[in-house]
């Protein structure tokens, strides 16, 4: 007992009721935060819904401790520059999921709770209203087609008669090489009948020489 009065001797009892608060509020707000990514999320993961609440109430954590101190805040610059994440991420939205804990749970360690709540509230209409928006457009047949073809110069003859018959529109986003020297493409394409997207994925995929037909809801 003599050691933890030690401890939070230099702190009142407000001061550290304040802070238990804090932190409590970054959990809180870091669970609605994982609630409307999980929601929203195609897959969400757990270990990616996990990570938004530890963050926020960490992050929380070191707002507190750095406090008004610039050789503090270098410091802890300094020794969180140690740690590599390993884990890419590769979804942007799950980058602005991650921005987004950081921010509550700064803006509750820099003693500003209202603006944490306020923001984690109207941002989260902002993500579900977005969420919404492009679940009610992911019914008009638009979708992210990908497949391969042999590396020619006329390897557009090999898919444009199904283009023409089962598309309403399509645009070439991206092409590359493979290993297995083809060619990887990548269209945003739109439907005549969005219905009859297992028979257009199954008509591409017979044709001759085109391979790893994937399509996907946009």
């Not at 300094?78 to 980058?95: C, E, K, N, P």
């Not at 090489?177 to 394409?189: D, G, I, Q, R, Y």
Request: proline share 2%.
């Amino acid at each position: 007992m003599e050691i933890l009065r030690e401890i939070f001797a230099p702190y009142s009892l407000a001061t550290l009721g304040t802070i238990v608060l804090n932190i409590l509020l970054a959990f809180v707000l870091g669970l609605v935060i994982a609630a409307v990514y999980r929601w929203t999320a195609n897959i969400a993961e757990n270990s990616m819904t996990d990570a938004l609440i530890i963050l926020c109430m960490l992050v929380a954590v070191v707002m507190v401790v750095i406090g008004d101190s610039v050789a503090r805040a270098f410091s802890l610059v300094g020794a969180l520059s140690i740690i590599r994440f390993r884990t890419v991420v590769q979804d942007a939205r799950d980058i602005a999921f991650v921005f987004f804990s950081l921010a509550v749970g700064m803006a509750i360690g820099a003693g500003n709770p209202p603006v944490a709540v306020i923001a984690t509230f109207l941002i989260s209409i902002v993500i579900i209203g977005l969420h919404r928006w492009h679940t009610a457009a992911s019914n008009d047949g638009e979708f992210l087609l990908t497949f391969q073809v042999p590396l020619e110069t006329e390897y557009q003859q090999r898919y444009e008669s199904t283009f023409s018959e089962q598309l309403a529109a399509s645009q070439l986003i991206g092409q590359r090489t493979t290993k297995s020297e083809t060619a990887e493409l990548k269209f945003h394409v739109k439907l005549k009948d969005p219905k009859r997207w297992t028979g257009f994925a199954q008509q591409l995929s017979a044709l001759e020489n085109i391979t790893g037909v994937k399509l996907e809801k946009q």
